[in-house]
């Protein structure tokens, strides 16, 4: 009796494991199909925005292409104009701002190609080791004439076409040469007149994710300074390190930008606004690297142990917030007020934290407070005095615990280097 007790006990527990692990897995897969739903979802908007910003570019490449054509063979006779809507693409295909040096480009590299090509196959004929001769004297020539890859190229690529060709199609240079003129004419005229691009919509799309990035890892970081969590803050010291992709990004659109505003009579009127932006680019960056410099000082104050006063974490905050209202500010066209007011508050949240006691570290994180609100506030149209200014007023004059009694006429930052 006892034992066939123990007999059903024995398979209800198996049972009842059986049961459990089932649950288990269940909630694993459930878990797993839902990570692959939404990494598909994520996928696919990323895609569809990818297509989405590419979209003017390809209706310009198109567009260019076509009138390429019909302008070379319409226009100049020229039976089979392979090389004008090359040509365009390869001009709309470059990174916004650099389009008219890149049609430049393509007629000096053409040029370079054609009298090379000619010269030598003139002296040596035609065939596989003239080919490769020829290549090589267009690419060294460049080189040393201190060309661009884009003019090594097209030189290289050009002579190719003059030594394979030259034996079967008649007068080729001057066709090749016309159409790299007609192409990159066709392009810039596209971009300048036909579809000119919005530079503002295009500056505000390049400018957000830098702007994003840095609001994002100081918020991060104010975070992890309230709950002392060293890990946390060397996750965004490390993010905030990885941003040249944005960088990169907002620099080129800015050039793109300028050209744009150069070339378009359509723009001209955004020229003031452009202009203001271009300023706000170097700020910009410097409130990146001071911003990179306060966070990696945050972890080292975590890790020593340093006094952290309450407004610190706030300071910080209020960086971040003032990134964001600097980018919706610009985005929307407004004066930067609000920004520059953020950043005020930041810079007198840190000098509260000066007073209240703060260590080496510490000091350091106040100082660069102080730096990256003066970055900010220059970056919205301010002079780099006046910012200086502001931000000394804001900051107040404060004494530290166990100072003597009486202001200090201005509190000097951390003159070791901040390292570590």
């Known amino acids: 009796m006892a034992e066939a007790q123990e007999r059903r006990f024995r398979?209800?527990?198996?049972?009842?494991?059986?049961?459990?692990?089932?649950?288990?897995?269940?909630?694993?897969?459930?878990?797993?199909?839902?990570?692959?739903?939404?990494?598909?979802?994520?996928?696919?908007?990323?895609?569809?925005?990818?297509?989405?910003?590419?979209?003017?570019?390809?209706?310009?490449?198109?567009?260019?292409?076509?009138?390429?054509?019909?302008?070379?063979h319409e226009l100049l006779g020229n039976p089979q104009p392979v090389f004008a809507p090359i040509s365009a693409v390869g001009t709309l295909a470059v990174s916004v701002g650099q389009r008219f040096r890149r049609t430049v480009e393509l007629i000096i590299g053409v040029a370079v190609g054609v009298a090379v090509g000619d010269i030598l196959v003139h002296f040596l004929g035609t065939g596989p080791w003239q080919l490769a001769l020829v290549v090589t004297v267009a690419i060294l020539l460049t080189i040393f004439a201190g060309g661009s890859v884009a003019i090594v190229i097209q030189a290289a690529a050009?002579?190719?076409?003059?030594?394979?060709?030259?034996?079967?199609?008649?007068?080729?240079?001057?066709?090749?040469?016309?159409?790299?003129?007609?192409?990159?004419?066709?392009?810039?005229?596209?971009?300048?007149?036909?579809?000119?691009?919005?530079?503002?919509?295009?500056?505000?799309?390049?400018?957000?994710?830098?702007?994003?990035?840095?609001?994002?890892?100081?918020?991060?970081?104010?975070?992890?300074?309230?709950?002392?969590?060293?890990?946390?803050?060397?996750?965004?010291?490390?993010?905030?390190?990885?941003?040249?992709?944005?960088?990169?990004?907002?620099?080129?659109?800015?050039?793109?930008?300028?050209?744009t505003a150069l070339?378009?009579?359509?723009?001209?009127?955004?020229?003031?606004?452009?202009?203001?932006?271009?300023?706000?680019?170097?700020?910009?960056?410097?409130?990146?690297?001071?911003?990179?410099?306060?966070?990696?000082?945050?972890?080292?104050?975590?890790?020593?142990?340093?006094?952290?006063?309450?407004?610190?974490?706030?300071?910080?905050?209020?960086?971040?917030?003032?990134?964001?209202?600097?980018?919706?500010?610009?985005?929307?066209?407004e004066e930067p007020e609000r920004a520059r007011e953020r950043s005020l508050r930041a810079v007198s949240d840190a000098g509260r934290a000066y007073a209240e006691g703060v260590g080496f570290s510490g000091s350091v994180v106040v100082a660069q407070v102080r730096t990256t609100a003066s970055d900010l506030i220059v970056a919205s149209g301010i002079s780099q005095e006046e910012a200086n200014r502001m931000v000394r007023q804001s900051f107040g004059e404060t004494d530290r615990p166990g100072s003597p009694a009486g202001p200090e006429p201005e509190v000097k930052q951390p003159t070791a280097p901040p390292v570590g």
């Not at 004419?185 to 994710?209: F, K, M």
């Not at 202009?275 to 990179?292: C, F, K, L, Q, V």
């Open 11 to 72: 398979v209800l527990r198996r049972d009842r494991i059986r049961q459990s692990l089932s649950d288990v897995g269940t909630a694993r897969i459930t878990e797993i199909a839902a990570q692959v739903r939404q990494r598909g979802k994520a996928t696919l908007h990323d895609r569809l925005h990818r297509v989405r910003m590419s979209l003017a570019l390809a209706v310009q490449a198109g567009l260019a292409a076509g009138l390429s054509w019909v302008a070379a």
């Open 263 to 333: 070339l378009s009579p359509a723009r001209w009127h955004r020229r003031s606004e452009l202009t203001h932006y271009a300023e706000a680019a170097d700020p910009i960056d410097r409130a990146m690297r001071n911003s990179g410099t306060l966070i990696r000082r945050a972890v080292t104050l975590i890790e020593d142990a340093e006094p952290v006063p309450e407004p610190m974490p706030d300071a910080v905050a209020h960086l971040a917030e003032a990134v964001r209202l600097l980018k919706r500010e610009f985005a929307q066209g």
């Open 158 to 259: 050009t002579a190719v076409l003059i030594v394979t060709l030259s034996p079967t199609v008649e007068a080729l240079e001057i066709p090749r040469f016309v159409d790299a003129f007609v192409g990159g004419g066709i392009a810039l005229l596209v971009t300048a007149i036909l579809l000119p691009l919005n530079p503002l919509r295009v500056l505000n799309r390049a400018a957000r994710p830098a702007l994003d990035l840095l609001a994002d890892q100081l918020d991060a970081a104010a975070d992890g300074l309230r709950a002392r969590d060293r890990d946390k803050v060397q996750t965004a010291l490390d993010r905030l390190r990885d941003n040249k992709a944005e960088l990169a990004t907002l620099t080129e659109a800015i050039e793109g930008a300028k050209e």
